[in-house]
């Protein structure tokens, strides 16, 4: 854990995900889970947060949003790049050193 705090991500707590570690960077998190022997993998769908909070991506009339309860935000080429971004980088980060 102590690498991906080096790289820039904070740690969180997300009350409903209260068995996980969130993670957070920018407006981007993800939740982790322990593995066995040590270290995190990716639980669930990294996503974008809608203030503070995790949100799903749906697809809706043609467009897709993340959204968290009645709140939404486009799911913009961009921002989808950015997620991709988040996620190729803490992948990185919690993969295992030989």
């Known amino acids: 854990m102590q690498r991906v705090v080096s ?3 904070s ?3 997300f009350p409903l995900y209260a068995n996980a ?3 957070r960077r920018e407006g981007y998190a993800a939740l ?3 593995v066995a022997g ?3 993998r990716l639980f669930g769908e990294p996503c974008v947060l809608l203030d503070g909070n995790l949100t799903v991506r749906v697809t809706d ?3 897709a949003w993340f959204v968290w309860k009645k ?3 486009e799911a913009t080429v961009e921002r989808v790049r950015e997620l ?3 996620v190729f980088e803490l992948k990185m980060l919690l993969e295992p050193r030989a």
Do not use: H, S, T, Y
């Open 38 to 40: 040590g270290g995190f």
């Open 11 to 13: 740690v969180v707590a």
């Open 21 to 23: 570690v969130g993670v």
């Open 84 to 86: 991709e971004r988040f």
């Open 7 to 9: 790289g820039g991500f």
């Open 32 to 34: 982790l889970d322990p």
């Open 71 to 73: 709140q939404r935000v």
């Open 61 to 63: 009339k043609g467009k």
